[in-house]
């Protein structure tokens, strides 16, 4: 719902003033719904024709015998920088479904801990880093460590954990530990990436979840990042039911826990 000012047996200069300004918000909402449809159309339209793309190129990279070394190098910058230009599209398409609420989440009940594993084993071999996961059950009912449950979307859990862990290795020198820990307590589930990178300083830690907030826009580049990734990890998550936050200190790494409820509790 929306706004309204709504004044039965005011003056009418202030009932004038109430309509104006209703229709002002009105206006404005309805700009604003515009925008974003705008984004979505827009993401939506180049990511097909830049798929397309992205596919000639890898099939011309597995061809690439014949080519000159400066060629195939051409060739590889053409593929990886297509790829961050779809991804971002693929970011700003997410982001514009769920600010007008159409972010579709599949929900099921997701083994955790399997999916660490799982997160930890896809991301190792492209890493320098080890990637370690700790697993810890904090509740009254033991040590069943094994199965540790949420419900939540799968595939978005995934990316949650995928975008976190790419900002760990994007920000610390290769050969630093990663890793990713769970905790279960009693109400919540606690999931930890810890890295032991050049940390974050604390006026900018409540901003990096903004929208295209970096705090080194030139060291961000040249990683990759559009400064929308932590962004949708805020949305995501939220949208699972959870909250994010981060701890850092300069210099000296950064953790950021995800937590979820946790689904045998009734509330
Ligand atoms: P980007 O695409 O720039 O990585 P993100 O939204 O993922 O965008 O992150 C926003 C900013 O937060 C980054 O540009 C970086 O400055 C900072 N940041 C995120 N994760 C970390 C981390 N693990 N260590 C240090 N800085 C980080």
Request: proline share 3%; aromatic share 6%.
């Amino acid at each position: 719902g929306q706004a309204q000012l709504q004044l039965d047996s005011a003056p009418s200069e202030v009932t004038d003033l109430a309509q104006t300004f209703n229709t002002m918000l009105s206006r404005l909402s309805d700009s604003w719904t515009q925008q974003r449809e705008f984004v979505s159309n827009v993401s939506h339209e180049l990511r097909t024709p830049l798929t397309i793309v992205h596919g000639y190129l890898q099939s011309m990279q597995r061809r690439s015998q014949n080519l000159t070394e400066a060629q195939q190098e051409a060739l590889d910058i053409a593929a990886v920088e297509t790829e961050r230009i779809i991804r971002l599209l693929q970011d700003l398409l997410d982001l514009a479904r769920a600010d007008s609420g159409y972010l579709h989440l599949s929900w099921e009940p997701i083994d955790l801990a399997a999916l660490l594993r799982e997160v930890a084993s896809m991301a190792d071999p492209f890493s320098s880093h080890t990637i370690q996961v700790e697993i810890e059950r904090l509740d009254a009912h033991g040590s069943g460590a094994e199965s540790i449950h949420v419900k939540a979307d799968r595939s978005r859990l995934r990316q949650v954990l995928i975008n976190l862990i790419d900002n760990a290795v994007k920000y610390s020198e290769p050969h630093t530990p990663v890793t990713l820990r769970l905790h279960q307590f009693d109400e919540f589930v606690a999931l930890q990436v810890s890295d032991r990178g050049c940390g974050i300083d604390l006026p900018h830690q409540t901003r990096i979840f903004e929208r295209f907030y970096r705090v080194d826009e030139a060291r961000s580049r040249s990683t990759g990042g559009s400064g929308l990734g932590l962004s949708i990890v805020k949305t995501l998550v939220e949208g699972m039911g959870g909250s994010i936050t981060v701890r850092s200190k300069l210099g000296e790494g950064s953790v950021f826990t995800v937590t979820l409820p946790n689904p045998s509790v009734k509330l």
